[in-house]
C-alpha cells in the first residue's frame, strides 16, 4: 500500500512541478498584459479593383501581430465581398473577427493574397499550460519513480534476493548428473541419445 501512496504522490507532485514551470513560461513569454483591443479596418469601394491590379490600397502589412483575443474589425464599404482566413465579410457589413490562435490565411485585403497573422497568448490564457503539463508530466513522474525504485535497490538490495543469489552460486559449484543415456556432451548428439 505504501508503494502505491509513493508512486500517486511523485506523479502527482511531478505533474504540478511541470504545472508551474509551465505557468512560469507562459508568464515569461506572454509579456505584459494589456486588455483586448478592437483593431478596425474600413474596406472602401474600389478596393477590389486596385488589389486585382498589385496595390495595396490599405496599406496593410503581410505580418498582423495581435494578443490572443483582440478583435479584427471589418468595416467593409466595397461592391464584393473580402475573405481574411475562414472570415467572410460581405459588402456593406461590418464583420468581428476575434483573434485566438496564429496562422497564415487567404486574405483578399492584401496585394500577396494571404497574411501571416502573429497571435501572442495572454498571461492569463492559463488553459495553454494544460496540455503540456498531461503530456509531460505524468510521463516524468513515472521515469522519476522507476529510476528512484531502482536507487533504492542498488543501495539496499532485497534480502530475498540476495539468497536467491547464494543459492544459485551454491549449485553452479555443484556438478550435474548427466542424462541417462546421454554421451556426457552438452551438444546435439546428447539430445538425440536422450530422445531414443
Given at each position: ?136 508530466g505524468p510521463a516524468f513522474g513515472l521515469v522519476l519513480l522507476m529510476a528512484l525504485r531502482m536507487l533504492r535497490r542498488l543501495e539496499n538490495p532485497d534480502p530475498a534476493a540476495q539468497s536467491e543469489v547464494a543459492r544459485r552460486s551454491r549449485r553452479g559449484r555443484e556438478p550435474e548428473e548427466p542424462v541417462s543415456g546421454g554421451t556426457g556432451d552438452p551438444g546435439p548428439s546428447s539430445l538425440m541419445?536422450?530422445?531414443?
Amino acid at each position: 500500500m505504501q508503494a502505491k501512496r509513493e508512486a500517486a504522490l511523485v506523479v502527482t507532485g511531478t505533474t504540478v512541478a511541470v504545472f508551474l514551470v509551465c505557468l512560469v513560461a507562459l508568464w515569461i513569454f506572454a509579456g505584459p498584459g494589456r486588455a483586448p483591443e478592437r483593431r478596425e479596418i474600413v474596406i472602401p469601394a474600389g478596393t477590389a479593383d486596385l488589389i486585382a491590379v498589385g496595390e495595396n490600397p490599405l496599406d496593410l502589412p503581410a505580418n498582423w501581430s495581435f494578443r490572443s483575443g483582440d478583435v479584427l474589425v471589418l468595416d467593409n464599404r466595397d461592391d464584393v465581398g473580402h475573405y481574411v482566413g475562414a472570415w467572410f465579410s460581405p459588402y456593406g457589413e461590418v464583420t468581428e473577427i476575434t483573434v485566438t490562435a496564429s496562422a497564415t490565411v487567404f486574405c483578399t485585403l492584401h496585394p500577396a493574397g494571404q497574411i501571416y497573422i502573429d497571435v501572442t497568448p495572454r498571461r492569463t490564457d492559463w488553459t495553454l499550460a494544460i496540455s503540456p503539463t498531461l503530456l509531460i508530466g505524468p510521463a516524468f513522474g513515472l521515469v522519476l519513480l522507476m529510476a528512484l525504485r531502482m536507487l533504492r535497490r542498488l543501495e539496499n538490495p532485497d534480502p530475498a534476493a540476495q539468497s536467491e543469489v547464494a543459492r544459485r552460486s551454491r549449485r553452479g559449484r555443484e556438478p550435474e548428473e548427466p542424462v541417462s543415456g546421454g554421451t556426457g556432451d552438452p551438444g546435439p548428439s546428447s539430445l538425440m541419445a536422450a530422445q531414443k
